[in-house]
């Protein structure tokens, strides 16, 4: 009677620590997702300020300095940004989906960095531009940090 | 007949004016809904953000200071955002689709821009919390910056 009660227990005890592994692991999934959402949204961010400029560069829209500035200022901000909330372990194209994050991201984390200094740069270069050729010059750099990164850290296409 | 060939050339250049303002109408459109899709975008870094010092400040996720500070540091640099390539006249709520963004951002623009320095300067005060207590203390100011520029300034569902 004794030896049912403690395996009664164990078994009692076992469940709970599978409900909680559960518990964490959808925590985990959930902000897995979040994680995931969130960096979409900063490209999508970047890639609006950079359609921005384009507009600007190609003729498609007016040369503006105060638009010049606050897009690539805007660009400057989202290239800078603090990646450790966003680019979390376990969140690679496969593991999440909708990701297309290569595992490189995080086996070479250092060389994934400096695509993002790439652009912090290259978008802080832009902010003075003083007409539509200098943004059209300014639109390397900031197009090249891009295709680089890709090239390098995003997956194919899910 | 020279009378016929002017008014058939009249009503060319008519049609080729119609044509480009039709081009520049439908590119400003395109425009609008882009600076929209953006400003979502921003939003939803901005909850992102929110959500994972909320979740320390709960006790879902254990504190930890780095974490705290890089949320706190992004949210801060998205409050600081340039509002000029995004808060674009003509996208308010009715003028695009999915804008909830109230006619008050445009005609008090300056009580607009202090909710997003209300923001920045709760982000800035949370960056060096330093235990889940403070998380908890400091997310009073940032979601009483997010409620109050919402209630003010967003309208309701579309």
């Not at 995931?36 to 003729?59: C, E, P, S």
């Not at 531009?129 to 296409?157: F, L, N, S, W």
Request: one cysteine or more; a positive charge.
């Amino acid at each position: 009677m004794k030896s049912l009660k403690k395996q009664t227990l164990v078994l009692g005890l076992s469940a709970a620590l599978i409900a909680t592994a559960g518990y964490a692991a959808s925590h985990a999934a959930k902000s897995s997702n979040k994680a995931v959402a969130a960096r979409h949204a900063q490209m999508q961010m970047i890639g609006y300020h950079t359609g921005v400029l384009g507009a600007i560069a190609k003729g498609e829209a007016e040369f503006d300095a105060a638009t010049v500035k606050a897009a690539a200022g805007n660009l400057h901000a989202l290239a800078k940004m603090d990646g450790s909330t966003l680019w979390l372990e376990g969140t690679a194209q496969g593991e999440v989906d909708g990701s297309r994050a290569k595992a490189e991201i995080w086996t070479d984390a250092a060389g994934f960095a400096a695509k993002f200094a790439d652009l912090e740069k290259a978008s802080m270069d832009m902010m003075n531009a003083g007409d539509a050729a200098a943004v059209g010059a300014g639109m390397g750099g900031i197009g090249g940090a891009c295709k680089a990164c890709h090239e390098t850290y995003r997956g194919p296409k899910n």
